[in-house]
């Protein structure tokens, strides 16, 4: 009796040891695959790093803004939905922004169209593809590993905002500067989602329960982009950052 116990809980161990193996080893698959794909697609992409410069005799610095040079027409050869590329200096967030027909496909689906579990960031398809909409929404996971969207639930932190405070969008016809100025913990279908427009009065109500404060005044009254993730404050929680689009020139030195 006490044999046949032993082989049972001996074949129970072995048939958890296997399947917690597969997992891992799937879960690591996956993850090089999503790596590999970004790579590629990061082979079309140019990021020339802001310098600080110094202005005639007197102590006044700037900070030009980076330039992202992005070569569309090869990442269309790829897959002909990427309609931005989306930017954060010193951090993960550096992927393309493809748009499909609805807002599941791309939830496991990678740039070259291979099922993954991490997915790939994708605006609202209910946006229009050239970001000139009130409010253009931008999905990606939260993954463990810290890649997609991961980096978003950093500015629950006001020290990763103040060191983080914009975030870049080119397009195939316009650069922008994304200035952030809002972050806050929602419920999955928040009033933020249901429009591609988005009214003073939540602009609003975002800045003033936002988990980061920006040190000075920015210009909400245009085209807004949301970042959107998971969060796990309740059941179905998200977390969004709001910023404004400000264009920004080719030559910005």
Known sequence: ??????????????????????????????????????????NYVVVTPGVT????????????????EVSFEDLWKINEDVVAWLYGPDSRINYPVV??????????????????????????YRNSGDFSDGNSIIYGHHMQ??????????????SYFDAHPYLYLTTPDQKYRVELFAGCVVEANADVYQSRDISEWLVDY??????????????????????????????????VVLGSLVPIADDAE
């Open 1 to 42: 009796m006490k044999k046949t116990v032993y082989w049972v809980l001996l074949a129970v161990l072995l048939c958890v040891f296997g399947y917690s193996a597969y997992r891992l080893g799937d879960y690591m698959l996956q993850k090089h695959k999503s790596q590999a794909v970004a790579n590629e697609a990061g």
């Open 53 to 68: 410069v110094h202005k005639g005799d007197e102590v006044e610095y700037e900070e030009p803004d980076e330039m992202v």
């Open 99 to 124: 748009q499909g027909w609805d807002n599941d496909y791309y939830l496991t689906r990678l740039l070259d169209g291979t099922w993954n579990n991490n997915g790939t960031l994708f605006l609202d």
């Open 145 to 158: 590993t810290g890649d997609m969207f991961a980096t978003l639930v950093k500015y629950k932190d006001q």
């Open 206 to 239: 975002y800045c003033e329960n936002s988990t980061f404060t920006p040190s000075g005044d920015i210009d909400k009254s245009g085209p807004i982009l949301t970042l959107s993730t998971c969060t796990y404050e309740f059941d179905n929680a998200r977390y």
